[in-house]
C-alpha cells in the first residue's frame, strides 16, 4: 500500500506564492514520476508539472514560467511552488505518483484559491 498526502495549499491574493508539497509512502521500490494536477470547479483535472525519475520536468502551458516543480528522490517527496499567482490557479492541486513502473496513486488534494 502506497500513501500520497500533499500539504501547502491555502488562501493568497493575486501575485503571491505558495509552495506545495507531496510525500509518498509505504510499499515503494521506485518512483517513476510524480505530478501535479489540479482540478477547478466545474472543469476537468489538467496536468500542471511532471518530473520523472531523471530529473526532466514538463509544465502545463498556462503555469509554464511561474511554477516550479523540484523533488527530493531520497524522501518521496515533490514541491511545486507558485509564484505570480492568478486567480485562474485557484483549483484542487492532487499529487500523483507513478510506483513501480506500473501502479499509480493519488493524493486526497490540497485547495488552493487565489483572490483577486
Known amino acids: 500500500q502506497v500513501h500520497v498526502v500533499e500539504s501547502g495549499g491555502g488562501l493568497v491574493q493575486a501575485g503571491g506564492s505558495l509552495r506545495l508539497s507531496c510525500t509518498a509512502s509505504?510499499?515503494?521500490?521506485?518512483?517513476?514520476?510524480m505530478d501535479w494536477y489540479r482540478q477547478a470547479p466545474e472543469k476537468q483535472r489538467e496536468l500542471v508539472a511532471f518530473?520523472?525519475?531523471?530529473?526532466?520536468?514538463n509544465y502545463g502551458d498556462s503555469v509554464k514560467g511561474r511554477f516550479t516543480i523540484s523533488r527530493n528522490s531520497a524522501e518521496n517527496t515533490v514541491y511545486l511552488q507558485m509564484t505570480s499567482l492568478k486567480s485562474e490557479d485557484t483549483g484542487v492541486y492532487y499529487c500523483?505518483?507513478?510506483?513501480?513502473?506500473?501502479?499509480?496513486?493519488w493524493g486526497q488534494g490540497t485547495q488552493v484559491t487565489v483572490s483577486s
Open positions: 500523483k505518483v507513478i510506483v513501480d513502473y506500473v501502479n499509480a496513486y
Open positions: 518530473i520523472d525519475s531523471s530529473g526532466y520536468t
Open positions: 509505504g510499499s515503494i521500490f521506485s518512483i517513476r514520476s
